[in-house]
């Protein structure tokens, strides 16, 4: 079952925050996040793999509370560059699904 | 490095015919898997496998085979295309690792579209 993920959409001006949540009704073994442009392949940015875990990739970081099955990605003093769609990838050992995304678009 | 690479980039059927998508990784990596992507549905598992003869269902097996006869190379294959299996169609291989703490690397896949 796919994770759900939310918002669908954000736009944000630049230097602004933003949070995307991820959450599964089964239980997780570990949380995945992967930043696509448009047109191009999906890109790896972090995983999670312990409850209440904390991860960060430049200005991006992440949270997995197992216990309550969510997954977030905090994204500050976002940049031009962080522009693109959004997806938490849940696993139960090997079989990954994806959420359906969250399209961010910052603005100047 | 190379990483996945996926052949064709880009093609058209018509309705009823077959064809073969190319999938290869030179990373030596056991697990590889096929996602189909459309508009608003993000990413959905289509086949997957943990190691050369060894493969798996996704969540829309339907309509689509594989087989895994090197570690290297997992094609997808199309039976007897349908417009409903237009889309952009992506490869991932990863290292197995308990409990999939290991990234996925994407190849930069195939849009196809189906008349």
């Known amino acids: 079952q796919q994770p759900v993920q939310s918002p669908q959409a954000v736009i944000l001006r630049e230097g602004e925050d933003a949070v995307i949540n991820c959450s599964s009704s089964?239980?997780?073994?570990?949380v995945h996040w992967y930043r696509q442009k448009h047109g191009e392949a999906p890109v790896f940015l972090m995983i999670?793999?312990?409850?209440?875990e904390q991860k960060g990739h430049e200005k991006i970081s992440a949270s997995f509370n197992e216990k309550k099955q969510q997954s977030s990605l905090y994204l500050t003093a976002s940049q031009l560059s962080y522009s693109g769609t959004y997806f938490c990838?849940?696993?139960?050992?090997?079989?990954?699904?994806f959420g359906a995304g969250t399209r961010l678009t910052v603005k100047p | 490095n190379a990483g996945v690479t996926q052949t064709p980039k880009f093609q058209v059927l018509k309705t009823g015919q077959s064809m073969t998508l190319q999938c290869a990784q030179d990373?030596?990596?056991?697990?590889m898997s096929w996602y189909r992507q459309d508009p608003g549905m993000g990413l959905r598992l289509i086949h997957y496998?943990?190691?050369?003869?060894?493969?798996d269902q996704g969540e829309v097996p339907n309509g689509y085979n594989v087989s895994r006869s090197t570690t290297e190379d997992f094609p997808l294959r199309l039976l007897s295309a349908a417009p409903s299996q237009t889309s952009v169609y992506f490869c991932?291989?990863?290292?197995?690792?308990?409990?999939?703490?290991?990234?996925?690397?994407f190849g930069d896949g195939t849009r196809l579209s189906i008349l």
């Open positions: 991932a291989s990863r290292r197995t690792g308990a409990n999939s703490n290991q990234p996925q690397h």
């Open positions: 089964k239980a997780l073994y570990s």
């Open positions: 999670l793999l312990k409850g209440g």
């Open positions: 990838g849940t696993s139960n050992n090997n079989d990954m699904r």
């Open positions: 990373m030596n990596h056991e697990y």
């Open positions: 496998s943990v190691g050369a003869g060894i493969t």
